[in-house]
């Protein structure tokens, strides 16, 4: 059976599959939530009313109530801000250190990439959450350490495909064909190697950024990011583990609104990259 | 064919064909309907002949030798009055009876054997499986009958190469064992196409005789190339394919010193091989300006850039301009040393072509870099216009970088993929420096003018170019900077024979109108002999021939001269 | 093969080195700990440990030596397997370790069979079904490698125990016990391997070296499982290697989840008791079993693809 082919964009055309504009509206609403939470969910996210508590999903409350009796619908519009801002800081964090280590590697001398390879190298041998609790444990859990940990952990894993994707055109025979031509290096870097490993870091970022989500809200799962009664995600579901049995909607919903986004910037990262491919 | 007889002449007994097609039409599912690729196609192939069909890239001969097993590709839709192979009519048959004729009454070589061959299998393997499906011989037999088969393909130590893979072997030796793996099941028909691509000419040689033998054994050959040389020593019959139709047929004696048709006619202009130097390939005179009016232009645009006033005059016709004095370079790839230059030593004069010729492997790429001041010698030095120019630091070398030029052989990757045909010879006019944009966009329309292209094309992305139009958008950017010397490294070895041909007219036409010195490095005889005054041989790094062209060796290679018929 | 052998050289080397280099991130670590690392060694800043203790620790760990000499013991008792001293649990690190290991890795190795099996059957069945399966299978691949182990397990969790009954929430000794943990792992696996194996059977179909096996006369069937497959697991085997790591860092959620005994339990809790030696200790254990896996998973990688080797050469 052949790869089905999407629909073949003649230069320029634009035409986002079903998959993609699902993902446009999600990450758009998330958009919307954060930035202007009471126009989706007017109520409090901190409103405490224990006669509430634990009330299951309905018109009333349509994602249920926790053990406090606060609306979950309206904790997790609101926990939209700070679950995606924690998530769009720790991908900075990881990308940007990315960016300096695969830039360097992939454009300096020999000795310098060796170098930078093997530190990244290094990083890689500790897999996964493993170099963030690392750095959590010296520094103390905490939004702000997740948030940094989350970076770092995710750092040396950019950075291999920075330098890989610098190298690459750094080789490339357009390349030489510059030099040919006579133009000096930093104009090289600027003018050609810049604006070609950029499009690859749009899609990392995008891409990135639906993996950030989870691995931040996973810490606060595990108690070690943010704590209730904060409204993000994963100190939400924290706080409704222990009832899973009996009121499953208090980690459900939260649960869900984390994988609609991630899902969402995975889809979209791909989509890019997509069309990089075939506009290139 | 029929031996002497004193009693006259015995009729032959007509040989049965193998193959006859009758009105073939292939047809592939497109955004607006359907496309013909193939088209109304007719020939018969007897037992022990050899027929050729010859056609540009999009002809549609390799659909039509695929659609003969049933292999067109997905989604095509075969029709034929008649597609009979050995008495068999292939278009009624499919599941078992089609899995039988493949393989066994038919054989696909297809080309590029490194691709064509499970790299992960040794090649043995490969060939033992046809044995498995088309011969009751078990395991001991087959294993004995793969090596009688490897030996046959006149492949050496078959016993050691049965169990290797593909990556390990030449690229000749690849080739035979995908034909060995062709022949396993002793079919009437051997399909072969493009068996030669991407060989270098004397293992090219070795493969069609092994063809040519199989043939005389009595195996019909359906032989499917681009390269007419390579058709020509090997083929009873030729058909000419183009746009899905066979324009002409005939002996190749018929077809190539007589073609009747003028797409052949075309064709067979456009091949270099024993054209003389400076006579033009195609018929058609190119899109020119006035051949005073680039150079004026470029003399001005040199003045004003404040060049010293002796390099603003042009060199006379048979000035050195380019010397290279015993070039060395060697390089350490995982514990090993290649050398790739070795005291090459030649110049580039002005007005006059030195044609670079060797294997792959043999150094020329290195050369062309050493001499573009993109890699240090080891050991020699170049020098421009009498002046050192590889001794220099780069940033000495810089303003000096304008008069050398190059066209590389992968236009494509020569290019950055994200800029437009306008941005990269803009970008080569100002050579980076800010000018106001009409006088840029001027220079941009006439630089593409004089190789022959619109200006409509500066809009376009040279992904949307083909093949022809991106090399000639390669020859604008070079000449941009008003080179003296143009350094092309197999600049028309990815194109069709007749847009090779009108690329070669033009480097032609701008040589004598700009008096360039070039060297022209390409591993085709026939295009180095047609352009070149001079010929320098590179076997291993090492310079083992160098003289003008009229007398050297290579001019006794079959490829080099107008090839006679069989 | 001379090239073989300096390939296996260089990458051991490699291996020595990186965990060095982790060993020397550890025994920083400690010391970055804000205060002073003998009450960071009992827990941290507010730890409340007495003078006396204090004491015991700085003499045990040659705190009051210069960095060098720490430095260059905390080295040696590495190699000899002495990971320091778990406050938190009063024992030796490694015999923490040891107690936790087997148990975490029977959960990792039965995650990445079980991922593997999912991966394969709905690359394959995406692949040959045709348009309707192939739409499901990435949505399906796309969703599972998104979905975080916390809310998988949830999720599973309710189907499972709270609606069918049929497997306990938490996990109890014996094999029932394992596999709501090991299905949660394998999941988002499976959605990742899945769509690394469809890439490249899509790409082995359309290789030439089909069309030559089909003008063979050979069988789809046969052409897809003796050649197509195997070309297309080769990149999931050499991403086994860091699914092993990425299985283990999972680990600390899942067994947490499920109250499961295991190393990521133990690293949690850890790093809730700021427990540095404890934390140091599973973390270098883990890199060096990672470390390993990959070294590993790129000798079957070179052993199974004869072209990786042509790379380098």
Redesign the interface.
């Known amino acids: 059976?052949?790869?089905?082919r999407a629909a073949?964009s003649d230069?320029g055309a634009f035409r986002p599959t079903v998959?993609e504009a699902l993902a446009g509206l999600v990450l758009v609403l998330m958009l919307v939530a954060a930035l202007w939470p009471s126009l989706l969910a007017p109520g409090d996210p901190l409103a405490v009313s224990h006669a509430d508590a634990f009330q299951p999903p309905s018109p009333a409350h349509l994602f249920g109530t926790d053990e406090s009796g606060r609306d979950l619908y309206t904790r997790v519009i609101h926990g939209a801000a700070e679950s995606l801002r924690i998530g769009v800081l720790a991908t900075a964090i990881g990308i940007g250190l990315a960016i300096v280590l695969g830039f360097v590697a992939g454009l300096g001398p020999r000795w310098l990439d060796f170098g930078t390879t093997?530190l990244v190298?290094?990083l890689f041998?500790?897999?996964?959450?493993?170099l963030a609790?690392?750095f959590?444990?010296?520094?103390?859990?905490g939004v702000l350490s997740s948030t940094i940990a989350v970076g770092l952990a995710t750092a040396p894993g950019y950075a291999r495909i920075i330098r890989s994707q610098v190298r690459r055109t750094a080789s490339?025979?357009?390349v030489?064909?510059a030099?040919?031509?006579?133009?000096?290096r930093l104009?090289i870097v600027a003018r050609?190697i810049l604006?070609?490993v950029t499009a690859a870091l749009f899609v990392l970022a995008t891409l990135g950024l639906?993996q950030a989500v989870?691995w931040v809200?996973?810490l606060s799962?595990?108690?070690?990011g943010a704590v209730p009664p904060a409204a993000e995600w994963g100190a939400m579901?924290a706080a409704?583990?222990t009832y899973?049995?009996n009121f499953?909607w208090m980690?459900?919903f939260p649960?869900?609104a984390?994988?609609a986004s991630?899902?969402a910037a995975?889809?979209i990262g791909r989509g890019i990259q997509k069309r990089n491919r075939s506009a290139? | 064919m029929s031996g002497s007889n004193p009693q006259g002449p015995t009729p032959a007994a007509p040989a049965a064909p193998v193959l006859t097609v009758r009105d073939l039409a292939v047809a592939f599912p497109d955004r607006r309907g359907e496309r013909r690729v193939v088209d109304g196609v007719s020939f018969q192939v007897v037992a022990g002949e050899c027929v050729a069909i010859v056609g540009e890239s999009g002809s549609g001969k390799s659909v039509t030798a695929r659609s003969i097993v049933g292999l067109a590709g997905e989604g095509a839709r075969v029709s034929a009055a008649e597609l009979t192979v050995a008495g068999q009519d292939v278009l009624s048959l499919s599941g078992r009876r089609l899995r039988r004729l493949r393989g066994g009454t038919v054989g696909l070589i297809a080309q590029d054997a490194l691709v064509s061959l499970d790299p992960l299998r040794p090649i043995g393997r490969e060939i033992g499986d046809t044995l498995a499906l088309h011969t009751g011989l078990d395991a001991a037999a087959r294993r004995a009958r793969t090596i009688e088969l490897l030996e046959r393909v006149g492949l050496p130590d078959a016993e050691l190469r049965s169990r290797q893979r593909p990556g390990q072997l030449s690229g000749g030796q690849r080739q035979r064992a995908l034909i060995a793996a062709g022949i396993a099941g002793e079919p009437e028909l051997l399909i072969a196409d493009e068996p030669t691509t991407a060989l270098d000419q004397p293992v090219q040689a070795g493969v069609l005789r092994l063809l040519g033998e199989l043939r005389d054994e009595g195996t019909g050959v359906l032989l499917i190339s681009h390269d007419l040389s390579v058709v020509l020593g090997i083929a009873d019959r030729v058909l000419v394919m183009t746009d899905g139709v066979v324009v002409e047929e005939g002996t190749p004696s018929e077809v190539f010193e007589r073609p009747k048709h003028p797409y052949t006619r075309k064709l067979v202009d456009a091949v270099p091989a024993g054209v003389p130097r400076g006579t033009p390939l195609t018929a058609a005179a190119p899109a020119a300006v006035g051949p005073t009016a680039a150079p004026a232009a470029g003399v001005e645009r040199r003045s004003s850039r404040g060049m010293t006033a002796d390099e603003a005059t042009r060199p006379t016709f048979g000035d050195v301009l380019l010397e290279a004095h015993g070039l060395g370079r060697r390089f350490h790839v995982s514990g090993r040393e290649i050398v790739a230059a070795d005291d090459v030593s030649f110049s580039l004069r002005a007005g006059r072509t030195l044609g670079l010729v060797g294997e792959s492997g043999s150094g020329k790429s290195t050369t062309a870099r050493l001499l573009l001041g993109l890699d240090r010698p080891d050991a020699g030095e170049v020098t421009l216009l009498g002046e050192p120019w590889s001794r220099l630091p780069e940033a000495r070398r810089r303003p000096r970088r304008p008069l050398v030029g190059a066209v590389f052989q992968d236009a494509l990757s020569s290019f950055d993929p994200r800029w437009t045909v306008g941005a990269i010879l803009a970008d080569a006019v100002t050579r980076g420096r800010s000018t106001r944009p009409g006088p840029v966009r001027a220079e941009v329309t006439a630089l593409l003018d004089t190789v022959g292209l619109e200006p409509a094309l500066t809009t376009r992305r040279p992904l949307h170019l083909s093949g022809g139009q991106r090399q000639r958008v390669a020859v604008a950017r070079a000449l941009a900077a008003d080179p003296r010397v143009l350094i092309l490294d197999e600049p028309v070895s990815a194109l069709d024979v007749s847009v090779q041909a009108q690329v070669l007219d033009l480097l032609d036409r701008l040589q004598r109108e700009r008096g360039l010195a070039y060297l022209l490095i390409t591993h085709d005889l026939g295009v180095a002999l047609h352009m070149s005054d001079d010929i320098a041989v590179l076997k291993d790094g090492r310079i083992v021939e160098l003289g003008p062209a009229a007398t050297a060796s290579v001019t006794s290679q079959p490829s080099a001269s107008r090839p006679a018929c069989r | 093969m001379p090239g073989n052998r300096r390939w296996l050289l260089l990458r051991a080397g490699g291996v020595v080195f990186v965990l060095w280099a982790a060993a020397t991130i550890t025994f920083f670590a400690l010391r970055l700990v804000p205060g002073d690392p003998a009450e960071a060694i009992l827990g941290g800043p507010g730890s409340q440990a007495g003078p006396e203790a204090l004491e015991q620790v700085r003499r045990e760990y040659g705190l009051d030596q210069p960095l060098v000499v720490q430095y260059l013991t905390y080295l040696g008792r590495l190699v000899t397997g002495d990971l320091g001293q778990s406050y938190s649990l009063h024992k030796p690190v490694a015999t923490a370790i040891g107690e936790q290991f087997g148990a975490t890795l029977t959960l990792a190795l039965c995650s990445l069979a079980l991922a593997w099996a999912l991966a394969c059957a709905l690359a394959a069945w995406s692949v040959r079904g045709g348009r309707v399966a192939w739409a499901i299978g990435s949505g399906l691949e796309l969703v599972a490698a998104a979905v975080p182990h916390f809310w998988l397990a949830t999720v599973l969790i309710l189907f499972f125990s709270n609606t069918l009954g049929i497997l306990p929430p938490v996990s109890v000794p014996g094999p029932l016990g394992i596999v709501l943990p090991a299905l949660t792992m394998a999941i988002p696996l499976a959605g990742f391997l899945g769509q690394v194996m469809r890439e490249s059977l899509l790409t082995a179909m359309e290789s030439p070296f089909v069309t030559t096996a089909r003008a063979r006369g050979e069988s789809e069937a046969r052409i897809f499982w003796r050649h197509t497959l195997r070309h297309a697991a080769i990149p999931a085997v050499g991403l086994s290697g860091w699914a092993f790591g990425s299985l283990i860092s999972g680990a600390v959620v899942v067994e947490s989840v499920f109250a499961r005994q295991g190393l990521g339990r133990s690293l949690l809790s850890a790093v809730q008791l700021r427990d540095v030696t404890l934390v140091t200790g599973i973390v270098l254990v883990v890199a060096l079993a990672y470390t390993v896996m990959t070294l590993v998973t790129d000798l079957a990688d070179r052993a199974i693809d004869p072209r990786t080797r042509a790379v380098t050469e």
């Not at chain 1, 059976?1 to 089905?4: G, I, K, S, T």
């Not at chain 1, 041998?125 to 493993?130: D, E, I, N, Q, W």
């Not at chain 1, 030099?179 to 000096?184: E, Q």
Request: glycine content about 12%; charged content about 15%.
């Open positions: 059976m052949r790869r089905p073949l230069a998959a093997r190298e290094v041998a500790f897999p996964g959450l493993l609790l690392l959590i444990v010296v520094t103390g859990p490339a025979e357009f030489e064909a030099r040919v031509l006579g133009r000096g104009w050609h604006p070609n639906g989870i809200s996973s799962y595990l108690g070690l579901l409704g583990r899973i049995a499953w980690t459900f649960g869900l984390i994988v991630a899902a995975t889809v290139a």
